[in-house]
């Protein structure tokens, strides 16, 4: 459905693939790969619909996926790249259900890219740290054991070391 008038949907940024520095063959694994996988044709094929009768099928002309191994009542979802996301022109010859490309139709015209946090390894080494004061929080605030002000004041109390010493750390 369309955003709330004066709302946008978050679009997180894509996961991105890279190849060690310490890779002996860093232009086999982009050519074998990463560019094998958006090839617009069998290399991306496989990474989107996987093998040809494990994955799908093709009978009189028509490709379909096969049943979930770990679901059976839902089709095979799909191997590493969706389909109704590529960065190519894929012709899928498996056919996307209509509601999802509608709805990414939607997304895409109604959406905003939410930008990267700066790389920092004191965040990288915080966040699991500020993740567990929030669910505590969040969590005291949800049964009752604290009010709304108490839990951002606990939060805020909780994690000032944390959130000092990364702002230090981006601020230098």
Same mark, same amino acid.
């Given at each position: 459905?369309?955003?709330?008038?004066?709302?946008k949907?978050?679009?997180?940024?894509?996961? =991105?693939?890279? +190849?060690? %520095?310490?890779?002996?063959?860093?232009?086999? +694994?982009?050519?074998?790969?990463?560019?094998?996988m958006?090839?617009?044709?069998?290399?991306?094929?496989?990474?989107?619909?996987?093998?040809?009768?494990?994955?799908?099928?093709?009978?009189?002309? /028509?490709? =379909? &996926? /096969?049943?979930? &191994?770990?679901d059976?009542? +839902?089709?095979?979802? &799909?191997?590493?790249?969706?389909?109704?996301? %590529?960065?190519? &022109?894929?012709?899928?010859? @498996?056919? @996307?259900?209509?509601?999802?490309?509608?709805?990414?139709?939607i997304?895409?015209?109604? %959406? @905003?890219?939410?930008?990267?946090?700066? =790389?920092?390894e /004191?965040? %990288?080494?915080?966040?699991?740290?500020?993740?567990?004061?929030?669910?505590?929080? +969040?969590?005291? @605030?949800?049964?009752g054991?604290?009010?709304?002000?108490?839990?951002? =004041?606990?939060?805020?109390?909780?994690?000032?070391s944390?959130?000092?010493?990364i702002l230090?750390?981006?601020?230098?």
């Amino acid at each position: 459905m369309p955003t709330i008038k004066e709302t946008k949907y978050i679009e997180r940024a894509p996961i =991105a693939l890279g +190849i060690t %520095s310490k890779a002996k063959n860093p232009e086999g +694994i982009f050519k074998y790969l990463i560019e094998y996988m958006h090839d617009g044709g069998e290399g991306e094929m496989i990474f989107t619909n996987g093998i040809k009768d494990i994955n799908y099928t093709v009978k009189d002309g /028509v490709t =379909a &996926k /096969v049943p979930s &191994k770990l679901d059976p009542k +839902i089709q095979f979802p &799909k191997i590493y790249e969706a389909a109704e996301l %590529s960065l190519t &022109k894929f012709k899928n010859p @498996v056919v @996307v259900d209509e509601r999802i490309t509608n709805s990414l139709e939607i997304f895409t015209k109604d %959406s @905003v890219l939410e930008p990267l946090l700066p =790389a920092s390894e /004191v965040l %990288s080494k915080a966040i699991p740290d500020l993740l567990a004061i929030k669910t505590e929080v +969040i969590s005291n @605030v949800l049964v009752g054991t604290l009010s709304v002000d108490d839990g951002l =004041a606990k939060y805020n109390k909780d994690s000032k070391s944390l959130v000092d010493s990364i702002l230090a750390d981006l601020n230098k």
